[in-house]
DNA sequence: CCGCGGGCCTGCGCGC
DNA sequence: TGCGCGCAGGCCCGCG
């Protein structure tokens, strides 16, 4: 799915078709999404204000200020189109739970392999319910640290590629921005977590942030799945040093190029050379 | 408790 | 042009 700054930028572009609006109607046309969607979603959003969009990880928390809050996930292939009125409303295969706004504003949720979520949490206690409970700090706040990450991979055998994927170890991170933080960073994919010292660290939360950073200026990534909510693509990934650029040369010239393997089923892509 | 592999779905690009 | 295969940005579960 969308990683962080692809989760941020569909957030900012549900926040002026959504927020201070309440919801007319809901339609869902699926249930049958990856955890389900609950029955009573559409008898416990409909009429209620949306007053606040959040963040948290690549969740999308969507608070009417009342008991409930809805979670928004989208999966591998999830997209949020939105419509000003209507009349513009394009209909498509995967479109599965439709909002239209009191404004007449029309919010589609679509998502082709189902392994998008959306479901409702308790409020205003939702930090308690799983998976938030378990989540690590989110990267671009100042509860992120060198010396919080240190404390999170002291005691991990695995590879700091899988570690920085783990949701509990730092929230929002994918297979992109990982291997593109630590390309910057100069350091080894393979490298078991815990022999990273502290130093070395201190690089990575400085890469991983100016990486999602600068995503997010861009408008995130545009693979094959992604767009943003008007429809227009992101643009980052034209800035990838080393994702999915197997064969290309290093783009440190150092003379080596991007090689591919294979860490916990997933490609990884990374310079042997500059990576140690 | 931790790490790994498989499964969940559909669509796309590639090679034959 | 058509078809089968491998692969894809994530997450959860069960096993060792």
Redesign the pocket.
């Known amino acids: 799915?969308?990683?962080l700054p692809?989760v941020e930028t569909v957030r900012r572009g549900m926040v002026d078709a959504m927020c201070g609006k309440s919801i007319e109607q809901v339609t869902v046309r699926r249930y049958?999404l990856?955890?389900g969607i609950p029955e009573d979603l559409a008898d416990v959003m409909t009429g209620k204000e949306i007053r606040l969009l959040e963040r948290r990880?690549?969740?999308i928390l969507i608070h009417f200020g009342d008991h409930k809050t809805a979670v928004l996930?989208l999966?591998?292939?999830g997209r949020i189109r939105i419509y000003s009125d209507k009349g513009a409303v394009e209909n498509k295969?995967?479109d599965h739970v439709i909002l239209i706004m009191s404004d007449g504003c029309v919010v589609i949720f679509e998502d082709?392999?189902?392994?998008g979520m959306l479901y409702l949490v308790r409020a205003p206690h939702w930090q308690e319910e799983?998976?938030f409970s378990e989540m690590g700090a989110e990267p671009l706040s100042n509860e992120w640290s060198g010396q919080d990450l240190a404390f999170k991979l002291s005691?991990?055998?695995?590879?700091i590629k899988?570690?920085l994927?783990?949701?509990s170890v730092v929230a929002g991170?994918?297979?992109?921005y990982v291997c593109e933080a630590l390309f910057f960073s100069g350091i080894s994919p393979s490298r078991l977590?815990y022999t990273l010292k502290s130093e070395e660290i201190e690089r990575l939360v400085v890469h991983v942030r100016t990486v999602l950073n600068n995503a997010i200026a861009a408008g995130?990534?545009?693979?094959?799945?992604?767009a943003q909510t008007d429809g227009s693509l992101g643009y980052f990934q034209f800035g990838f040093k080393v994702y999915d650029r197997e064969g290309h040369i290093c783009p440190n010239e150092c003379g080596g190029n991007v090689h591919r393997i294979v860490q916990?089923?997933?490609?990884t892509f990374y310079c042997p050379n500059c990576q140690v």
């Open positions: 799915m969308p990683e692809e049958d990856r955890g990880g690549k969740y996930h999966g591998m292939s295969k995967h082709p392999r189902r392994f799983k998976p005691n991990r055998k695995s590879p899988n570690a994927l783990d949701q991170l994918g297979n992109i977590a995130g990534s545009s693979l094959k799945d992604y916990g089923g997933r490609s």
